[in-house]
């Protein structure tokens, strides 16, 4: 399975933000999407979740135009988690992660026990069983992000997109996501797009790297070619910050006196 654009626009009526964006994302791999803030990227992960349409352009999913999914095909197919901040009310985490066998249940939404499972299974694949009888106002931004990516597995997707999902977690909380995305594309052989600003981390766990620039350019490649051509040192540098290709880590130009 495979996602691709091809001369894809995206942005909103009378403005476009990102276009002629081509690139493949492949079943089995951890592709990241990275660029300056402000730069489209949350416009691009909304086009493909169908939350906006595309301007102009084409994106498939294994050869199916995403643009001609029913509502039901791409709840089934397609799984989001957004950065926004989420209120949970009373629920439980069990309670949660089972919204995502809404696309499966049909019109009662009661679960049987193949759904049960899913949601079991869901649970133990991000370690968040032990959350599963928890109000989700007594657990952390970590294991509620934890407990929001198994309800988008719960969808059984072809495809999981993840806007900043790091964006409320400590620094252990953020290496133990990505970590978890790369794993849960290989083993459940899902093709996986995450938009993050953790450059260096995101750089050594994906197998493909999707790179907006400040003029709206995407350049796509592993984070190799990307390092070694220049490209990330051109995106990130900055008079006080260069990326240094052997580290791969971004260091001081030079260091101020004490």
Do not use: C
């Not at 995403?66 to 009373?90: C, M, Q, Y």
């Not at 953020?174 to 052989?189: H, K, P, Q, S, W």
């Amino acid at each position: 399975m495979t996602l691709r654009l091809d001369a894809l626009s995206v942005g909103y009526r009378r403005h476009t933000v990102l276009t002629g964006l081509s690139a493949v994302a492949g079943r089995g791999e951890l592709t990241i999407l990275l660029g300056p803030n402000g730069v489209g990227k949350s416009t691009m992960i909304r086009a493909l979740a169908g939350l906006q349409p595309p301007l102009s352009g084409g994106m498939s999913l294994d050869g199916a135009d995403l643009t001609r999914l029913s509502t039901t095909e791409r709840a089934r197919r397609i799984a989001v988690v957004l950065t926004e901040r989420v209120s949970p009310g009373l629920l439980t985490g069990r309670e949660l992660v089972s919204f995502g066998r809404h696309p499966h249940t049909g019109f009662t939404g009661a679960l049987g026990q193949r759904d049960r499972d899913v949601v079991a299974w869901a649970l133990d694949v991000v370690d968040a069983t032990h959350l599963a009888d928890r109000d989700l106002s007594e657990v952390s931004d970590g294991e509620r992000q934890r407990l929001l990516t198994a309800r988008a597995l719960a969808q059984e997707p072809d495809l999981l997109l993840l806007d900043e999902p790091s964006a409320f977690l400590d620094a252990p909380s953020r290496v133990a996501l990505m970590g978890l995305l790369r794993r849960l594309a290989t083993e459940r052989d899902l093709a996986i797009v995450v938009s993050t600003h953790e450059v260096e981390l995101a750089l050594r766990l994906a197998d493909t790297a999707w790179l907006i620039d400040a003029h709206g350019t995407l350049h796509t490649g592993t984070p190799q070619q990307l390092v070694s051509d220049g490209t990330v040192s051109a995106v990130f540098d900055t008079e006080q910050l260069r990326f240094d290709p052997v580290s791969g880590t971004f260091e001081p130009r030079e260091r101020l006196p004490a």
